[in-house]
């Protein structure tokens, strides 16, 4: 009795640690993808392996499965750089809501001249999810899908802490955006860049946001003001 105990804790014991070593695996699987992120040009196993301090065998052996995926491409050069499985993956994000914003961001661009974005939240981080640039100006401000900044800097993330209730030390700006209905930042990200954004009100809690971001001088109200309708008319389609 005692002995069949001891090793069913045992065979408990290895279970548990199978499932440690399967979660350390993933964790650093997905570690490998942020890291091929930041080196657009792409790394070779030793510079990844340095990257995520362990040893060449284990970055192999990490990169196998993600390149099967096709999360990770290989180049012909042997530098490991991400994969078009991951564009894929990205199209599916929220699909509703990019499909149901692109248009409107399409009109909106093309109505105030400006380059509007649609933006997510992303725990205490803020990722644009899709670009759409003018097609009637000669002089515009270009970014891309997948930028990063943190929630509560420019217009796009105050936007979406605007949409939801109060936070102890919130910045002013995400305050007065909420009284306003749209928020508005200058110089913050880039020096000379102005931007408005609404947050968009799908559900009961703000998670996106549009924007619109211009470098030349502009009424900054009547843009926001603007965009704020917008992102209402977006929220209304959402919920029906």
Known sequence: ???????????E??????????SLTLHRGLLALRVLAEHPDGLSVSELAAALDTHRAGTYRLLGPL???RLVHRTDG????LGAGLVELA???QPRLQEVAVLHLRELADELGTTT?????????????????????????TY????RHLIDQAASGIAILAGNPPQPGERAA??????????????????????????IRSGPASEASISAVWIEPRDSEAAGKRLAAVADQISAELRS
């Open 117 to 141: 974005a649609l933006t997510l939240r992303d725990e205490d981080e803020a990722v644009v999810a899709a670009v759409v640039q003018p097609r009637n100006t000669d002089v515009h401000v």
């Open 1 to 11: 009795m005692r002995t069949d105990s001891v090793r069913a804790v045992s065979e």
């Open 174 to 199: 995400i305050t007065e955006a909420r009284a306003r209905g749209w928020s508005v930042s200058r110089s913050e990200l880039l020096k000379g860049l102005t931007g408005v954004g609404a947050p």
């Open 144 to 147: 891309r899908a997948g930028v």
């Open 13 to 22: 014991e290895k279970s548990d640690r199978a499932a440690w070593n399967h």
């Open 91 to 93: 199209s599916r994000v």
């Open 78 to 81: 042997g530098r490991h750089v």
């Open 67 to 69: 390149i099967e995926q």
